[in-house]
T-cell receptor, first 112, second 114 residues
Framework: DVKVTQSSRYLVKRTGEKVFLECVQDMDHENMFWYRQDPGLGLRLIYFSYDVKMKEKGDIPEGYSVSREKKERFSLILESASTNQTSMYLC???????????FGSGTRLTVV | AQSVTQLGSHVSVSEGALVLLRCNYSSSVPPYLFWYVQYPNQGLQLLLKYTTGATLVKGINGFEAEFKKSETSFHLTKPSAHMSDAAEYFCAVRVPGATNKLIFGTGTLLAVQP
C-alpha cells in the first residue's frame, strides 16, 4: 500500500516562528498536495505540486510556501506563524493514472 | 466551476438503522466523485469513487453510493449502521486538469447510537 508519512502528529509553535511541516510518500507519485482542515470548513487546498520543483497555489496560499526538491518529499512552510494558522494539516499524494488521493495522518498545529 | 455541497453537518442514527449521507455537486464537465472517511485523529481514507460506467458504486465497509446525473447527486448509503461507522465523511469532486485536484465538501459527522 502507498504510504504518506507526516513527520509530526502534534506541534506547538509560538507566534512569529518559522514552521516546517514535512510529508514523504513512498510510491513515486507525481502529484502532492497540502490541505488544511477546520471545523465547518472541510478541507481547503493550500498548495500542490505536480513535479519536482513545480508548485501551484491552491485556494488559500496566503501565509504559506512550499518546497519540493525531491519527488518523494513535499514540505509546507509557515514563514511567520500566526494564531489563525492553528489547524489540522493534511498531506496527500496521487499518481497520474489514479484518481484517488492517499492521505497522511495529519499534523495538528497549535500556534500560541 | 466545480463545487460540492453536503447537506447536514451532523447526522445521528441508531445502530442497525439505514445510513444516508447526502452530497450534491456542481461540475461543468462529467464529474469524477469520491467519498472519504476520517476517523478521529487520522487522515482521510477513500471509501469509494465514481469515474465512469456503472452508476451504483460499492465501497469498503458495506458502503455504496449512486451517481444520479439528473439530480446532480452522489449520496452515500449503508443498509445497517455499526458503531464503528462513527466518523466524519467527506464528499469530493475532481477538478479537471493535469493534476486532477479534488474539491471537498464541508463534511458530515456521523454519530451511531447504541
Amino acid at each position: 500500500d502507498v504510504k504518506v508519512t507526516q513527520s509530526s502528529r502534534y506541534l506547538v509553535k509560538r507566534t512569529g516562528e518559522k514552521v516546517f511541516l514535512e510529508c514523504v510518500q513512498d510510491m513515486d507519485h507525481e502529484n502532492m498536495f497540502w490541505y488544511r482542515q477546520d471545523p465547518g470548513l472541510g478541507l481547503r487546498l493550500i498548495y500542490f505540486s505536480y513535479d519536482v520543483k513545480m508548485k501551484e497555489k491552491g485556494d488559500i496560499p496566503e501565509g504559506y510556501s512550499v518546497s519540493r526538491e525531491k519527488k518523494e518529499r513535499f514540505s509546507l512552510i509557515l514563514e511567520s506563524a500566526s494564531t489563525n494558522q492553528t489547524s489540522m494539516y493534511l498531506c496527500a499524494s496521487r499518481s497520474g493514472g489514479n484518481y484517488g488521493y492517499t492521505f497522511g495522518s495529519g499534523t495538528r498545529l497549535t500556534v500560541v | 466551476a466545480q463545487s460540492v455541497t453536503q447537506l447536514g453537518s451532523h447526522v445521528s442514527v441508531s445502530e442497525g438503522a439505514l445510513v444516508l449521507l447526502r452530497c450534491n455537486y456542481s461540475s461543468s464537465v462529467p464529474p469524477y466523485l469520491f467519498w472519504y472517511v476520517q476517523y478521529p485523529n487520522q487522515g482521510l481514507q477513500l471509501l469509494l469513487k465514481y469515474t465512469t460506467g456503472a452508476t451504483l458504486v460499492k465501497g469498503i465497509n458495506g458502503f455504496e453510493a449512486e451517481f444520479k446525473k439528473s439530480e446532480t447527486s452522489f449520496h452515500l448509503t449503508k443498509p445497517s449502521a455499526h458503531m464503528s461507522d462513527a466518523a466524519e465523511y467527506f464528499c469530493a469532486v475532481r477538478v479537471p486538469g493535469a493534476t486532477n485536484k479534488l474539491i471537498f465538501g464541508t463534511g458530515t459527522l456521523l454519530a451511531v447510537q447504541p
